[in-house]
């Protein structure tokens, strides 16, 4: 019914907005080649032609006769002639001509063609004209995998909303979606052999994610009146493949293993460490039911999922339980494993070895490398790209999805106008200036770059319409760099055909991010700062974090200052509190001394509770100069930011700087710069 009512809208604005052209330049991601030419082709409102020559399925015809474009077939020559020259279906590669008299398509397999009429639906902006430049695409994409990932376990979306993803990644030349469909928020597939799974751990007590993470992270019955979830029967899945397929997107399950687990455990307590739910989240690996569990669950997703590619998490295991666990300890001992890594490795190997032997592939997140790669596994590097590239050393293939550029769930705009979010910031420009392959990597390690993939972690993002909100436009940035030859690529050009393809999706019903109006990075990180301290040598009292160093021993006087988030190395951090002195060089006029800290308290980073200031002479002996207190509420999701300043109209050669972290324990405080004036 929804595709109706967008059908009959598209062919009203056809005929109301026709005053349009659609450009091929316009087209994201953007074509290997474009050949202008003269005049343009006119689509009448209500009656196209369309002719499909050569080996197909039948598959292609029925799509295109669906496209609100008012297509019929014919069987001589028509508007649209596509001509199909065999049945690699792996060749993508496609050629578009567009005459005043007609369109003429030409692909080696229905894959191709069905990148061309995306390419020509792009033109049509959605319906909002009719009228098309005439010119010659030739096109093939830079990677064989272009993904993006939909984490259907934190929260549980309707097979509506995959399909109608599916048709915005089609017209982005996106061919992969990775679902990841189990975790501690809730498993998410039928699965016949282990009724449990959907009956008790597809549903919690609690609608948001945070809401449930917060309290005591249970489980509760199907019908249970609080019962919050779902999960996709083996028709839906079969529903959404058959969609995918006919968009020529491959779909990818993910069963997560051996950590993320918590659901399974709960479900089947006899496979955690101690047999009891709601202890660890790690399957337990000395135990031999765990695999016979891991095989039956695998097997039938593998009857269900044509997939070539098997997902099997491998992230984030705390290995913990491992550790002291009789069973897990003889598994090591009687494999001769040295190290908890090295178990870990050894279930992956044998799952690998397993999904192999039904002549799939296994993918797993880059911690499946630890402990030993198992020799075929596809490596999704996720912790920037090193990971990935390593795997490449190696001859494993690599998918990168670095999380500073590649996780959607990370604010794309200034916090202070987004929706609450996990944090980070990663705006259309970051996601897209993102290059997989560093110049460094010689071509026989390249060779086995696989492609690039965007991940929506959904703990903070309850809605579709959130979720679409995360997505668009920076899947856009994915989609072009996972198709566009490097050198074609440019970031101004990009926003400009970015704004259009946003009004052609949200025509379409799309909720997207608003990026006309895009406020941008902080501004006080925009341009160095000038000031008195500036350049002056800081003494460290108390030692900063290695892991967040910023610039190091000079970041608090650099005049650089941080951006949206404490990860862009801008921020300094300290899991302690802060005490420092800055050597101004000799006696100078002090009026101000100030400091910003930052608050994201769903990243475990706090405010101080206090700053105090100290100025003196020799560097030995400090007269107090002021304390600056902490007013913002430490329960505050947003995040914040807060001058943390004394006044004092003096002349010393030393200040220093004490900020009292939040007490608890594992929490952060972070600074960019101390400013004296
Ligand atoms: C991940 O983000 N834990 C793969």
Known sequence: MKQFIIALFITTAIITRGENIGLPEDIIPTPALIEFSAGNFTLSENNNTFHIAGSNDGQLGSYIASLPIALTATDTEADINISINGNADDDESYTLSITPSGIYITANSETGAFYAIQSLLQMTRGGAT??????????????????????VSRHFRSKE??????????????????????????????????????????????????????????????????????????????????????RHINVVPEIEMPGHSEEVLAAYPQLSCNGKPYGSGDLCIGNEATFTFLENVLTEVIELFPSQYIHIGGDEATKDSWKTCQLCQKRMADEGLVNVDELQSYLIHRIEQFVESKGRTIIGFDEIMQGGLAPGAVVMSWRGIEPGLDAMRQGNYAIMNPNACYYLDY??????????????????????????????IPAETAQYMLGVQGNLWAEY???????????????????????????????????????????????????????????????????????????????????????????????????????????????????????VTIDLGSQRPINYIGATFLQSVGAWVYMPRRVDFYISDDGENFTPAGTAWCDVPDTSAEIRYKVYSTLCHTVARYVRLRATKYPKAGSWLFTDEIVIN
């Open 461 to 579: 993002i309850t809605d579709d319409s959130h979720a679409e909100y995360m997505y668009y436009p920076r899947a856009f940035a994915i989609a072009e760099t996972g198709w566009t030859q490097p050198e074609k690529k440019n970031y101004t050009d990009f926003r400009r055909r970015s704004l259009v393809l946003l009004d052609q999706l949200r025509t379409m019903g799309y909720n997207t991010f608003d990026l006309a109006n895009e406020y941008g990075d902080r501004k006080e990180s925009q341009q160095p700062l000038d000031h008195a301290g500036r350049g002056c040598h800081v003494i460290y009292n108390l030692p900063y974090s290695r892991q967040y160093p910023a610039a190091g021993d000079s970041a608090l006087t650099d005049g650089i200052r941080g951006g949206w988030t404490y990860g862009d190395n801008r921020w300094q951090g300290t899991m302690r509190d802060m005490d």
């Open 130 to 151: 009719n009228q098309i430049k005439c010119c010659t695409i030739t096109d093939c994409p830079r990677f064989a995998y272009r993904g993006l990932h939909f984490d």
């Open 161 to 246: 909303f995959l399909m109608k993803q599916i048709d915005a990644m089609a017209l982005l030349k996106l061919n992969t979606m990775h679902l990841h469909l189990t975790d501690a928020a809730g498993w998410r597939l039928q699965i016949d052999s282990y009724p449990r799974l959907t009956e008790f751990a597809a549903w919690r007590p609690w609608q948001k994610w945070t809401d449930w993470w917060d309290s005591d992270r249970t489980y509760c019955e199907q019908n249970d009146p609080r019962a919050y979830g779902g999960f996709y029967s083996k028709e839906d899945i079969r529903e959404i493949i058959a969609y995918a397929t006919a």
């Open 411 to 440: 604010t794309q705009d200034a916090p202070f106008k987004e929706p609450v979010s996990i944090g980070g910031y990663t705006p259309l420009e970051k996601t897209y200036s993102f290059e997989p392959l560093p110049d460094s």
